[in-house]
């Protein structure tokens, strides 16, 4: 049974930083790719960011320069180091691992953006 929960979301002021945590068990952490997503009310999901088991990393165009994810492997655990935050940042954020033909999901963490 795969497991990802999430952590780390709250509320910031616009220019501030949060740093996203996501726990994962019930598979091997380390042989798989891991993503962040968000989902802002009203919009669709769309894709943050994506590390590979090897360490290759991909950014959505309006995240690059602002946000890092990142993994540790020994502890199971991705995150997202989100700098420099903007209104439209604004979402609920969501771990996700690529175990094909399955796709999982955590339960979200939410991170506004407001004076």
């Known amino acids: 049974q795969v497991q990802l929960v999430e952590s780390g979301g709250g509320l910031v002021q616009p220019g501030g930083s949060l740093r996203l945590s996501c726990v994962a068990s019930g598979f091997t952490f380390s042989r798989y790719a891991m993503s962040w997503y968000r989902q802002a009310t009203g919009k669709e999901r769309e894709l943050v960011a994506t590390i590979t088991s090897a360490g290759r990393l991909n950014y959505a165009d309006s995240m690059k320069g602002r946000f890092t994810i990142s993994r540790d492997n020994a502890k199971n655990t991705v995150y997202l180091q989100m700098n420099s935050l903007k209104p439209e940042d604004t979402a609920m954020y969501f771990c996700?691992?690529?175990?094909?033909?399955?796709?999982?999901w955590g339960q979200g963490t939410q991170v506004t953006v407001s004076s």
């Open positions: 996700n691992a690529k175990l094909l033909p399955s796709m999982y």
